[in-house]
């Protein structure tokens, strides 16, 4: 767990993402994101799921919002 700012740095890492990307990733208050090791610590990481919010009521990001769309066009 941690601030959605270090969360959205270490997701543009993994995606390869340049720094000027930092605020098309989303990242909400609660919200869930899964980075696995299956090669263990010394291995790649790999990002398994994004800002999940489907554990909190009614979610926390607005049903519009169309920044993860941008986002898939930009890898």
Known sequence: MAH???NKVIVCYLLGL????FW???QGNGAVTVID????ASGKPVL???NLT?????GVLD???NKTIKLYGML
């Not at 340049?18 to 990307?21: F, G, I, S, T």
């Not at 489907?54 to 009614?58: E, I, M, P, Q, T």
């Open 63 to 65: 049903k519009n919002d």
């Open 54 to 58: 489907s554990h909190l009521s009614g």
């Open 37 to 40: 090791y299956p090669q263990g």
């Open 48 to 50: 398994q799921a994004i």
């Open 4 to 6: 959605d700012a270090i």
């Open 18 to 21: 340049k720094p000027a990307n």
């Open 24 to 26: 098309s990733i989303k």
